[in-house]
Nanobody, 122 residues
């Protein structure tokens, strides 16, 4: 089992920044690929960003490209999501996920955190 705990969410004004963290523990072989997803109010959960263990590859949703940056510190078993130029439409519960296959589909990720709320006010 892999346990994931997100932190760093909160309330921020439009144009502001937040950095989310996802700390992993347990059997970290399942930590090979790490992703961030989000679920806006009243909508389905959607892909945000993904990074490989080696950090050699990243993918972003078009809606966050150029504003969000995913990174990882394997020594700390932590993945980050730096979110800049936040917009009200970024308001969502943000989830960290991990798995062994690289991609954007939720089904690729076996382990999920509990989520952290991000609210962007206009």
């Amino acid at each position: 089992q892999v346990q994931l705990v997100e932190s760093g969410g909160g309330l921020v004004q439009a144009g502001g920044s937040l950095r989310l963290s996802c700390a992993a523990s347990g059997r970290t072989f399942g930590w090979y690929v790490s992703g961030w997803f989000r679920q806006p109010p009243g909508k389905e959960r959607e892909f945000v960003a993904v990074i490989r263990w080696s950090a050699s590859s990243t993918l972003y949703a078009d809606s966050v490209k150029g504003r969000f940056t995913i990174s990882r510190d394997n020594a700390k078993n932590t993945v980050y999501l730096q979110m800049n130029s936040l917009k009200p439409e970024d308001t969502a519960v943000y989830y960290c996920a991990s798995g062994t296959n690289y991609g954007t589909q939720e089904s690729l990720y076996a382990y999920w955190g509990q989520g952290t709320q991000v609210t962007v006010s206009s």
